[in-house]
């Protein structure tokens, strides 16, 4: 077998492979653990007063989304809305000072895209489906075929499989809002301090628990249907003769 072919057999099993742990992950470590970590590093080794730390250290998340859709070159919703509350958010910090209200301001990111995530739902098109779409789909054609006739209203359990992406946005939505709640009674009761890793806290629990319900009621019953859709023989054999 050629270099070429053996470089091309990879690149496909890379791609059916979808992204790892590591890639779903990432976005959550540099949003979560580099603001934390980089807040007591200002702080304790750089003398920084709370406010300044809690500034510089929320400079990484607004850069990642930033570079996030320019290297993808299109205009995500939810990561736009991410983008846009941030830098409002740490604006009207800077103008008031207060390291309270930037704690604060997690939580108005939080419902703000909740909020985003509610209204999708009422306009009927989830925001969050673009997010699970891979997890899906894992790069296999077949599995993306039943995808789009699922979301096209084509078969048989198109009306389960999208009310199942509107729950799934559903759940995710209202736990933001209720992070929010808790976040923000924190930012103004708990010592700054504490508040800060309380907060990375708050959003892992919160994930953990909106993971395992989302799982639950959404995200198990699509799988099912996408997988007996892509094996209903009468689709198998329309794709075949297309072919």
């Known amino acids: 077998m050629t270099k070429n072919a053996k470089d091309a057999k990879n690149q496909g099993r890379d791609q059916r492979r979808g992204p790892s742990t590591l890639d779903n992950f990432k976005p959550l470590l540099i949003d979560v653990a ?24 929320s400079v990484g998340p607004a850069l990642r989304t930033l570079w996030s859709l320019v290297r993808e070159r299109s ?17 009207l910090s800077f103008v008031s000072g207060d390291p309270r209200l930037m704690l604060a301001k997690d939580g108005a990111v939080s ?19 673009e997010g699970m779409k891979p997890f899906f789909l894992k790069g296999d054609p077949a599995r993306e075929s039943a995808w ?19 729950v799934f946005s559903l759940v995710w939505g209202v736990a933001l809002v209720l992070e929010c709640g808790v976040r923000v009674v924190g930012a103004y009761t708990v010592p700054v301090d504490t508040m800060v890793w309380l907060g990375g806290v708050l959003m892992a629990v919160m994930m953990v628990v909106t993971f395992v319900v989302s799982g639950a009621v959404a995200v198990a019953p699509m799988q099912r249907m996408l997988g007996e859709e892509a094996a209903r023989p009468e689709a ?8």
């Open 148 to 166: 789009q006739r699922l979301t096209s209203g084509s078969a048989p359990a198109s009306a389960a499989f999208r009310r199942g992406e509107r």
């Open 34 to 57: 580099l603001p934390l970590g980089s807040y007591y590093v200002f702080r304790e080794a750089f003398g920084m007063s709370a406010f300044a730390a809690l500034a510089w250290s």
């Open 111 to 129: 419902s703000t895209v909740g909020i985003g995530i509610l209204v999708s739902v009422a306009l009927g098109c989830p925001m969050m489906t």
């Open 75 to 91: 205009a995500n919703g939810l990561a736009l809305l991410i983008l846009t509350v941030n830098v409002v958010g740490l604006a």
């Open 236 to 243: 198998v054999g329309r794709e075949r003769v297309a072919a």
